[in-house]
């Protein structure tokens, strides 16, 4: 079995450029939901710098192409010293009879596949260690946990990440009863974010998030005696411009009553965003869950005090 092993994490440095990115390489240091192990597959896009919703891919591994026959012999002939120093018992025999079945495929068309796997999902590597080191492919063909479009796919969206919303209030130190508090999200005019994950010279998937539109929870018991809350946001709310009036409020709140007497004499406005998820160009027949994002803001609410003063005369 340890033999096997060596094989199965030399598979990637026999195919393709070996100094070319891998997808372990290119997620290192980042804060998503994947971290690929013994892969070739590439993650990019602008969806990959934020923090994971916690999607799970429903298989944490897979097989990937490989090298043809003759490469793949040529391979396990050059590590000749790490099977001797890693195998127990090891011989010429036992080495030679270990080569046999890659001899046994040169001239024969067709791949030599191995296993990879999602380092940063809890199950990633259980599934990996189930699966063969190395399984020979025909051409045209795909072994049972080969490696699909639907896979790549699901790679993506578990890349994929959204901006936490920024939330912007006017007033913003504090508002005041019957005045309106307009609510907005300040997330430098990004509505959209892709992540793409590409298995070199083979196929690539592509999944872009849209951002729809913006809630608003203004953190009361009682919406409709507490507080008036106007949701005509759209996909970031309407920000607050010099000289508008009342009827201008499109998105926001409006308080009843102070936040004297709630716990530490605020309310808790919570605004989420929900971002659209798609394959672009419908490459597979499925459709993902959206995302939703949220942030929380303290809003004190006070009342206007009034002081009438008799008249002298």
């Known amino acids: 079995m340890i033999e096997n092993v060596i094989v199965a994490g030399l598979l990637l440095f026999a195919s393709g450029d070996p100094g070319a990115p891998t997808g372990e390489g290119f997620q290192s240091g980042r804060t998503v939901g994947v971290r690929l192990e013994n892969s070739q597959i590439i993650i990019t896009g602008t969806g990959t710098s934020g923090t994971s919703d916690g999607y799970r891919i429903k298989r944490p591994c897979w097989y990937e192409p490989g090298p043809n026959a003759p490469d793949m012999l040529e391979n396990q002939q050059e590590v000749r010293a790490w099977w001797f120093r890693f ?164 998105c926001g709140v409006r308080y009843l009553r102070a936040s004297v007497d709630l716990p530490r004499d605020v309310y808790e406005l919570t605004v989420t965003s929900a971002w659209e998820v798609a394959v672009q160009d419908d490459v597979v027949p499925f459709a993902y869950d959206p995302i939703e994002a949220s942030a929380t803001r303290d809003v004190p609410v006070g009342e206007v005090q009034s002081t009438v003063r008799r008249g002298t005369r």
């Open 87 to 250: 195998t127990p018992g090891a011989t010429e025999e036992k080495f030679q009879e270990f080569l046999k079945q890659f001899q046994d495929k040169v001239g024969e068309d067709g791949r030599w596949w191995g296993p990879a796997y999602n380092g940063a999902d809890p199950d990633g590597m259980s599934c990996w260690s189930a699966l063969d080191p190395f399984v020979w492919v025909p051409p045209g063909t795909t072994p049972p946990a080969g490696i699909t479009l639907q896979d790549l796919a699901d790679l993506a969206r578990a890349a994929l990440t959204v901006p936490e919303p920024k939330v912007q209030l006017n007033p913003d130190a504090k508002s005041y009863v019957n005045l309106g508090t307009w609510v907005w999200l300040d997330n430098g005019g990004e509505t959209t974010r892709s992540v793409t994950a590409t298995l070199p010279g083979i196929m690539s998937a592509t999944v872009v998030a849209t951002q729809k539109n913006i809630e608003i929870d203004p953190g009361t018991d009682d919406k409709n005696r507490a507080v008036v809350v106007t949701e005509d946001c759209g996909q970031t709310g309407t920000p607050y411009f010099k000289g508008a009036t009342e009827d201008d409020l499109g």
